[in-house]
């Protein structure tokens, strides 16, 4: 299928798109090994590290969150595929440590099966690491038995608040236990409004018919338990998303949230403030605090429109961890 896309080699499109990234980001990140996106300035050894790994084609995650505060090593693999496990080990060999790693990895099918089979070589060639999963996804799955929740732009906030414990020299399994509450206080939900296109093979990757949004699609283009709708408004959107992500949450009056607006691809910086602006309008109706706003674009799926709303309880400390300093190219908090 022809693509309006502008790109070279499909097959060596990884390689050539991270020579482009570290080039536009040479204070923040570099390459190294087999195609492995590390800090440009490694922290101290006695600190915690923060390793990730999952498919191209989502920029600027996940290896735009590498750099000071977040994740010292991405492994990132080919479009939309998990990176296989030798390259993996590779990265948590070259930043093992006394400190331990803490690795990051989101609930798709081939992440978890690449991590899985990481963790055991690991444990083998005697490297500290402890694992965090990633499973935020209302549509799929249940709180009591998340296994099939999906993990989505909610691993920012954990890659956010575990860096930043990290950066303060905070222990592996303190780094763990904040990201593991990090983890259970959030929720996400995503809507699309329009297909995108696999920049390989240009085929469809999801069918969104013209006036019809899906409420619960994947970022690959996954269904859930709520099928497509007539398109709404961007107040009438955010009224149906925002209530499920604070049922799931059990958040109540007077607590404090944080919520992003994550645009996975064509949906405009427009359209995302609207309905952050209606979410605000939501919790003050119900006397929750938006103790954090955050609109952008994080993790994409190519051209896709719409977007994934994310809310999290947060706690002084979460506050604290999500305020503190970080320098990456997908994420700056000065």
């Known amino acids: 299928m022809a693509m309006n896309k502008f790109i070279n080699d499909s097959d060596d499109l990884p390689r050539q798109l991270l020579e482009g990234f570290?080039?536009?980001?040479?204070?923040?990140?570099?390459?190294?090994?087999?195609?492995?996106v590390v800090r440009a300035r490694p922290k101290p050894e006695s600190r915690v590290a923060l390793v990730t790994l999952g498919g191209s084609g989502h920029e600027p995650a996940l290896s735009g969150f590498v750099g000071t505060g977040m994740l010292d090593v991405s492994v990132p693999g080919h479009i939309f595929?998990?990176?296989?496990?030798?390259?993996?080990?590779e990265a948590l060999r070259m930043v093992s440590?006394?400190?331990?790693?803490?690795?990051?990895?989101?609930?798709h099918e081939g992440d978890v099966r690449s991590a899985s089979i990481v963790m055991e070589m690991a444990k083998k060639a005697d490297i500290r690491v402890a694992q965090i999963l990633t499973h935020e996804d209302i549509s799929a799955g249940t709180r009591e038995d998340p296994k099939d929740r999906r993990g989505l732009v909610g691993c920012l906030l954990v890659i956010k608040v575990a860096g930043a414990a990290a950066e303060e020299g905070r222990s592996?399994?303190?780094?763990?236990?904040?990201?593991?509450?990090m983890e259970r206080n959030m929720a996400t939900l995503a809507v699309a409004v329009a297909s995108a296109t696999h920049p390989c093979t240009g085929g469809v990757i999801s069918d969104v018919p013209d006036g019809t949004m899906v409420i619960g699609m994947g970022q690959h283009g996954e269904g859930g338990r709520f099928g497509p709708q007539a398109l709404k408004s961007a107040d009438e959107t955010a009224d149906i998303m925002l209530p499920m992500l604070l049922e799931d949450i059990g958040i109540g009056k007077g607590e404090d949230v944080l919520v992003m607006i994550n645009g996975v691809g064509s949906t405009t910086l427009m359209e995302l403030y609207l309905v952050m602006r209606r979410v605000r309008q939501i919790l003050d109706e119900r006397g929750v605090r938006l103790a954090r706003g955050i609109v952008g674009e994080f993790l994409t799926v190519q051209e896709m429109g719409g977007f994934q709303m994310c809310a999290a309880r947060m706690d002084q400390e979460l506050l604290a961890l999500w305020d503190a300093p970080c320098d990456t190219p997908g994420l700056v908090v000065a």
């Open 172 to 181: 592996l399994d303190e780094c763990l236990a904040i990201a593991e509450r």
């Open 22 to 36: 570290a080039l536009a980001h040479p204070k923040q990140v570099r390459l190294a090994g087999d195609q492995l």
């Open 97 to 107: 440590r006394d400190a331990g790693i803490l690795f990051v990895v989101l609930n």
């Open 81 to 89: 595929a998990a990176p296989g496990p030798p390259r993996v080990l």
